[in-house]
């Protein structure tokens, strides 16, 4: 078992990390403004789909082999980046619909697959749980067991924070439902933004 202060200190780090905006967050919080929660938890399905990934390749301790094939994510990195963009170039130009109207949302398997590939391409994440997840570890210990702990206490709360996102952002969708343009300026701002900075990212 995971010595109980490590622990305590991993869950705050976590919660902290999550609370912070990143590309995830960008399109998670995009997607709820442009389309409501439904579409922000849908997108939070997905990257967290895409972070079962990352988490089992880590444990599986395939890190070191993928850092080894870093010319080759660096192009994955710059790819997931130019996608966020170009969502966002698209969102930006949307036309606001007429709110007399039924709106219809996009399919719910578009969304989810966007999240999944925008989380998937960000290979840096692999980079970084590898050297985030040993700091909380101790030798005298099951490795396995600790790093199973770890990353299903990760998830859950990668979850939890997500969805929060989700929701405050739906929520102040209510507030811009007269002003749909300035939703998708705002929506299109966020990825635009969350794109640029992955692509100027650097892995350490």
């Given at each position: 078992?995971?010595?109980?202060?490590?622990?305590?200190?991993?869950?705050?780090?976590?919660?902290?990390?999550?609370l912070l905006p990143g590309p995830n967050?960008?399109?998670?919080?995009?997607?709820?403004?442009?389309?409501?929660?439904?579409?922000?938890?849908?997108?939070?399905?997905?990257?967290?789909?895409?972070?079962?990934?990352?988490?089992?390749?880590?444990?599986?301790?395939?890190?070191?082999?993928?850092?080894?094939?870093?010319?080759?994510?660096?192009?994955?990195?710059?790819?997931?980046?130019?996608?966020?963009?170009?969502?966002?170039?698209?969102?930006?130009?949307?036309?606001?619909?007429?709110?007399?109207?039924?709106?219809?949302?996009?399919?719910?398997?578009?969304?989810?697959?966007?999240?999944?590939?925008?989380?998937?391409?960000n290979p840096g994440v692999l980079m970084?749980?590898?050297?985030?997840?040993?700091?909380?570890?101790?030798?005298?210990?099951?490795?396995?067991?600790?790093?199973?702990?770890?990353?299903?206490?990760?998830?859950?709360?990668?979850?939890?924070?997500?969805?929060?996102?989700?929701?405050?952002?739906?929520?102040?969708?209510?507030?811009?439902?007269?002003?749909?343009?300035?939703?998708?300026?705002?929506?299109?701002?966020?990825?635009?933004?969350?794109?640029?900075?992955?692509?100027?990212?650097?892995?350490?």
């Amino acid at each position: 078992m995971i010595e109980f202060h490590l622990y305590v200190a991993f869950v705050a780090a976590v919660t902290a990390l999550m609370l912070l905006p990143g590309p995830n967050i960008a399109l998670i919080t995009s997607n709820s403004v442009s389309h409501g929660i439904r579409y922000g938890l849908l997108t939070v399905a997905g990257t967290s789909s895409a972070m079962v990934v990352q988490l089992a390749v880590t444990a599986f301790g395939l890190t070191g082999l993928l850092t080894a094939m870093g010319e080759w994510f660096e192009w994955i990195r710059l790819a997931g980046a130019a996608y966020l963009i170009y969502l966002g170039i698209v969102t930006w130009r949307a036309v606001a619909p007429d709110l007399s109207k039924p709106v219809l949302g996009p399919r719910s398997g578009r969304i989810y697959t966007r999240a999944l590939l925008v989380c998937l391409t960000n290979p840096g994440v692999l980079m970084f749980y590898g050297a985030f997840f040993p700091q909380f570890m101790t030798a005298s210990e099951n490795f396995g067991t600790q790093m199973a702990t770890l990353c299903a206490t990760f998830l859950v709360i990668a979850l939890i924070v997500d969805s929060g996102w989700a929701m405050a952002a739906g929520w102040a969708r209510r507030l811009l439902l007269t002003r749909m343009r300035l939703a998708n300026r705002i929506s299109g701002g966020l990825l635009i933004t969350a794109g640029v900075g992955l692509a100027v990212a650097r892995n350490k």
